[in-house]
């Protein structure tokens, strides 16, 4: 059973901060580009940061200079560190990856999303 496990939601003031890690797990073989959306109420799933599997990134403007992204090859792993967080970060936040698994096939997986509310 190959999934994409995510962690590290919560409640978070103004200003916090807050690390979201989403492992690959299964019969993986390699994984290409990793990314983290978000979903707010009433509002369409948007990307927030992209790396790829040499490590280049690519943010949202709107939290350009607060998140980053980075990734653990060895471990399938992908992070996002959120800093100085605000209010309209708050979101389900859902991790994405191009999987290629044992035996070639190439696919896209998504992760169960992680509640991320930033409130006083």
């Known amino acids: 059973q190959v999934q994409l496990v995510e962690s590290g939601g919560g409640l978070v003031q103004p200003g916090g901060s807050l690390r979201l890690s989403c492992a690959g797990v299964g019969n993986i073989f390699s994984i290409n580009a990793m990314g983290w959306y978000r979903q707010a109420p009433g509002k369409q799933r948007e990307l927030v940061a992209a790396?790829?599997?040499?490590?280049?990134?690519n943010y949202a403007d709107s939290v350009k200079g607060r998140f980053t992204i980075s990734r653990d090859n060895a471990k399938n792993t992908v992070y996002l560190q959120m800093n100085s967080l605000k209010p309209e970060d708050t979101a389900v936040y859902y991790c994405?990856?191009?999987?290629?698994?044992?035996?070639?096939?190439?696919?896209?997986?998504w992760g169960q999303g992680t509640q991320v509310t930033v409130s006083s």
């Open positions: 790396i790829t599997s040499g490590g280049s990134t």
């Open positions: 994405n990856a191009d999987l290629v698994l044992y035996g070639g096939r190439k696919r896209e997986y």
